[in-house]
């Protein structure tokens, strides 16, 4: 079948079905609207080809050419595109559902509002690609290049980034929940306004990364080197810092509640409103850091050493220093004798 015979088929509203198109070049062929199911196109050639809106269930696209094609709201249902080649397509909301999508290129794309969804993607390439509101679920990313993308407001959920290629990638407002980062090397990185609760980045490398206002609740920092990080407002709420190192490390106005710093370092930070209530800091160094109005209450000091500290106006209510090391209490806010009491206050019923 022929170009024209294939794009007069798909105007006439016909469903496509059973195809062998196999190896034909249908390139700038005009398929929009078009409905194929379980059609054979391996290494066809569709190549700027118009496909807007056109549903692809159960079809062969392995190895296919859909150079610049203009997949604009496109559906691609358990389709094997293995290697398939979209460089420089337009991919506005193109959905992926249940598809094998191994070793495909979409380098040079235009992928806003892309949709992966229970495929497989491993060995694909978006080296330098801007993904904007992309959705990747419960999908397959072994192998992956991200060299060089922008992830902007992107969610890629669940996934091991260490079986991934992203140097030089950058994250906007991602959200990487339950993602794995464990020892990775990310000096630089910027994870600015992302989402990575619960997240493993765990004895990573975060040198003078931008993790200003990014959200660690519950996540593993565990022996992490965030050494010169900007982290001002980022919020590490219930966080296990414990052993990691934050030295000189911008903390201003970052919520630590609850967090363990156990021997963690934390020398010269600047921690300048931050709030670190409830927080289990024992051993911990502080030397040198600027904790002015800084809310300790009811965090755990024992062994702390907060020797050359900045503790103007710092609450220390209720913190538990045994062992502690605080020589400028005197500037600090110490237990407030009405706020104990309300809080120890017990019913008398």
Do not use: W
Request: with cysteine; aromatic share 6%.
């Amino acid at each position: 079948m022929n170009t024209l015979d294939l794009s007069a088929l798909v105007q006439s509203g016909e469903i496509c079905d059973g195809l062998c198109l196999a190896g034909r070049d249908h390139s700038g062929a005009d398929l929009g609207g078009g409905f194929f199911s379980k059609c054979d196109f391996s290494g066809a050639r569709l190549s700027g080809a118009r496909l807007k809106e056109t549903v692809f269930i159960e079809c062969n696209l392995s190895g296919a050419d859909l150079t610049g094609a203009l997949c604009h709201h496109t559906a691609f249902h358990k389709c094997d595109l293995t290697g398939a080649v979209f460089t420089g397509a337009t991919l506005r909301l193109a959905k992926f559902t249940e598809c094998r999508i191994r070793e495909a290129r979409f380098d040079g794309t235009t992928p806003v509002m892309l949709m992966v969804i229970k495929s497989d993607l491993s060995g694909a390439t978006f080296a330098q690609v801007v993904l904007d509101q992309a959705i990747f679920f419960e999908t397959g990313m072994d192998g992956v290049d991200l060299r060089g993308a922008v992830l902007k407001r992107t969610s890629i959920s669940g996934v091991d980034f260490r079986a991934m290629r992203i140097d030089d990638a950058r994250f906007e407002m991602a959200v990487l929940n339950k993602c794995c980062f464990r020892g990775m090397g990310l000096a630089g990185v910027v994870f600015e306004l992302c989402q990575l609760q619960e997240s493993d980045l765990s004895h990573a490398r975060l040198e003078k990364a931008n993790l200003a206002q990014a959200n660690f609740k519950g996540a593993s920092l565990a022996g992490a080197t965030l050494d010169e990080a900007s982290c001002s407002r980022a919020l590490f709420i219930e966080a296990n810092l414990q052993g990691a190192t934050l030295r000189k490390t911008g903390l201003e106005q970052a919520l630590l509640d609850r967090a363990n710093l156990s021997r963690a370092d934390l020398s010269g930070a600047r921690l300048r409103e931050a709030a670190l209530r409830g927080a289990s800091a024992r051993d911990a160094s502080f030397v040198g850091a600027d904790l002015t109005h800084a809310d300790l209450s009811g965090a755990d000091l024992e062994g702390a050493n907060l020797t050359h500290a900045s503790l103007h106006r710092t609450l220390l209510h209720g913190v538990r220093d045994t062992r502690a090391t605080i020589p400028g209490r005197a500037v600090a806010l110490g237990t407030d004798s009405a706020r104990a009491q309300a809080e120890n206050f017990t019913p008398p019923y």
